[in-house]
């Protein structure tokens, strides 16, 4: 990864987290995280709703795919894992073909403090489409990530998602369901989003139609 696709990646990873969409309205998007023993019902473990103010990055794919490739990149020398490398590598972008759509949010358990701060991030990469006209994104894969500052973080590969967008200059808003693949633990993602189109140049520096 060249210097200038590492502050690609960087930028794109300040767009997400830092730079909310200008819109009337505040679309609201829910998680929802669940242990399915072997035996007896699902147990929903986590429950959070909130505003997503996402980015749209186009002529681009995700770098990692897979939860292993991810945990592998967030690796220390001691062989533990480090929250802030996992989420610089669910963010790596190379240039590509498709679509990726950035997400990332912060959530504070009630009365729990900076301890308890958990931070989710979303990640998916889609074919080709046009940004510039509403309509779905397709073969979208990718993962969300909730994230603490305490090792072991988790990481849910999302095998069905659904993403419309319509477009408004340089900004789109849209909607998304999406789940985890089958295991004894999983994640299901619904609602709507916001978001900014930008777009991942062949030298590495990303075009925008719209200051955030």
């Keep these: 990864m060249n210097v200038r696709l590492a502050w690609t990646a960087a930028l794109a990873a300040v767009l997400v987290s830092g730079c ?11 998680m929802r995280f669940y242990e399915s023993p072997v035996e007896g019902a699902p147990k929903e473990r986590f429950h959070e709703k909130f505003t997503l103010n996402a980015t749209l990055v186009g002529d681009a794919s995700l770098r990692y795919f897979k939860p292993s490739e991810l945990l592998k990149a967030a690796e220390t020398g001691s062989g533990e894992g480090d929250p802030q490398r996992l989420m610089r590598a669910a ?25 308890k701060l958990a931070i989710y991030s979303l990640a998916l990469a889609c074919e080709e489409t046009d940004l510039d006209k509403p309509g779905d994104l397709r073969g979208c894969k990718g993962y969300v990530l909730r994230v603490t500052r ?19 200059g340089g900004t789109a808003h849209g909607r998304i369901r999406a789940r985890s693949e089958p295991g004894a633990f999983k994640a299901e993602l619904e609602g709507e989003f916001a978001a900014s189109i930008v ?9 925008s139609g719209s200051s955030p």
């Design 199 to 207: 777009e991942l140049g062949s030298g590495g520096e990303v075009a």
């Design 150 to 168: 305490t090792w072991p973080a988790e990481v849910y590969a999302l095998e069905e998602a659904t993403v419309s967008l319509i477009p408004e």
């Design 20 to 30: 909310a969409v200008r819109s009337s309205r505040l679309p609201g998007l829910e």
């Design 91 to 115: 963010r790596t972008l190379v240039p590509g073909e498709g679509v990726v759509l950035l997400g990332t949010v912060r959530s504070a358990a009630a009365g729990g403090g900076s301890v």
